[in-house]
């Protein structure tokens, strides 16, 4: 038995009233699946801007890159654009949304362990300010793209310290056994850096690392920036990225640091270190995550006495894959009754064939839930959506922003016919 969800999960702009009925900036979440359909994303949009103004004030102006692989659209870009961060882009796909969205070339990053000829001329006709170099054999496709441009981007070399992140494997980067990265301990990186500074393709101006994604504890962080730190110093470089990777707590009894917390315990370690080029960090999930709650309407309750109740929604790992990729855990509960009592043990799965179409495996709800209810999924704000597939053909999402009682939307309901786009 659960008692009512734990307010610290939801957004800044939760209220209930007084009987426990949900809404976030003042919008009354059953209405709003009644509005604009479920599955449907809702994100707190003044959520969204204070955790990028936190991040700012604890790093300073222009040291905080949004990582969009947590989630992206234009209206998200324009957001981070508004509140003056820069923006990590990871792929061709990233860029085009970015810059359609009129984001500043210059404050954008280009990521990613293998960027194409393309992705790379694309990069450097837009303007980006950085490009993250993650292998010998993009540097050859850079020295290239030089000879056919004539141009010279400022890059910085993502290394891999071999630090030890203590999250999910698929979501470590920093161990020597990793795609990302020139490797500090075999060497490769210090002749990266050799041949960076000696080619006329590109201009080298720092050095990036990132350890990994959902990382709660605080001295993994500082022992990355020691190890980095120690690599970087003596190449007297102007920058040094640390990247992100920041938990959030996900489920009853979890706790994370705040991005102050994070922000404070990074830069305390990069002066200890003796760091003194300038400092930049990657936030994603700790921006977006917590912001937003996914709503599913219940379609099938089935009781199987004794063995498990299953709770079938119309969503399900097409719109969230993170715990049939991860095993990641969530909370689940009534918007009509936020504040009730969960006692009922469930599993809410979604529409998909596939036995492994788990949302929420131990869950609990309230007893009196039933067919037709909306239920509520939290922290549902960081790659869900921005890892959302078609599988069996389901359509995507709506996503709303809501704000001082008002709905917008941002990313409409796919269509059936949508499905057909490419079809030939």
Known sequence: MAGPLPSQLLPDGATCDAAGRLSVAGCDLVEL????????????????????????????????????????????????????????????GELHVALTAGFPPERLVLHGNNKSFDELRA?????????????????????????????????????????????????????????????????????????????????????????????????????????????????????????????????????????????ESVLEAAAEAGVTARLSVEPGRAIVASAAIALYTVGTVKVLPGIRTYVATDGGMSDNPRPVLYGSGYEAFLPRAATAERPRAVSVVGKHCESGDVLVADGWVPEDLAVGDILGIPVAGAYGYSMASNYNKVPRPAVVFVRNGDARPVIRRETFEDLLRLDL
């Open 33 to 92: 699946a009644g509005r604009f359909g479920t599955p449907l994303i809702v994100y707190d949009e003044d959520h969204l801007r204070e955790r990028c103004r936190e991040a700012s004030a604890v790093f300073g102006d222009g040291a905080v890159v949004y990582a969009a692989k947590a989630f992206l659209c234009r209206a998200m870009a324009r957001l981070v654009a508004e509140e003056g961060l820069h923006l990590d882009v990871a792929t061709g």
């Open 123 to 263: 990069a450097v006709d837009a303007g980006v300010g950085r490009i993250v170099v993650d292998s010998f054999d993009e540097l050859d496709l850079l020295d290239a793209l030089a000879a056919e441009r004539g141009c010279r981007p400022a890059v910085l070399l993502r290394v891999t310290p071999g630090v030890e992140a203590h999250t999910h494997v698929y979501l470590a980067t920093g161990r020597d056994d990793s795609k990302f990265g020139f490797t500090v301990s075999t060497g490769a990186a210090a002749e990266a850096v050799a041949r960076a500074r000696a080619a006329d393709s590109v201009e080298l101006v720092g050095i990036h690392a990132h350890i990994g994604s959902q990382v709660f504890r605080l001295d993994s962080f500082r022992r990355a920036v020691a190890v980095v730190a120690g690599f970087a110093n003596p190449l007297g470089l102007a920058e040094l990225s640390v990247g992100g990777g920041l938990g959030v707590a996900y489920v009853t009894g979890e706790e994370a640091p705040t991005i102050s917390a994070w922000g």
